[in-house]
């Protein structure tokens, strides 16, 4: 392929494979006791390692950056099943509990 073209998109079904679906969700936390930025980094970052790696995920903080109460953390994920989608984001939501993190709202989209 040269720099001017685009690749051809094959679909994996042509290939014998199934569907492949993917979602995002995005998830608002609350913090507690925070009382600067750095600080609040240093619980933040741990929960986004964590959560690259137990579930294999694309994981970003993508919002309320300057606010030391909250957080908004966006997941996106991979999967052959739309139910194995929606368990493993129900096991994310899990998991930031399990990380001492109040999840307060969520949203997301599974395609």
């Given amino acids: ?48 390692s964590d959560l690259r790696r137990n579930f294999n995920a694309s994981v970003v903080e993508t919002g309320k950056h300057d606010s030391k109460l909250e957080a908004e953390i966006t997941v996106s994920m991979v999967a052959c099943k739309r139910s194995e989608l929606d368990s493993l984001f129900q096991s994310v939501w899990q998991r930031m509990i399990w990380n001492g993190v109040e999840v307060y709202g969520e949203e997301g989209e599974i395609w």
Avoid: C, F, W
């Avoid at 998109?9 to 930025?37: A, C, F, N, P, Q």
């Fill in 1 to 48: 392929m040269n720099g001017s073209q685009a690749p051809d998109v094959i679909d994996s079904r042509e290939l014998g494979g199934d569907k492949m679906h993917v979602g995002y969700v995005t998830y608002l936390l609350r913090l507690y006791g925070i009382s600067s930025l750095k600080e609040k980094r240093s619980i933040i970052r741990p929960i986004l």
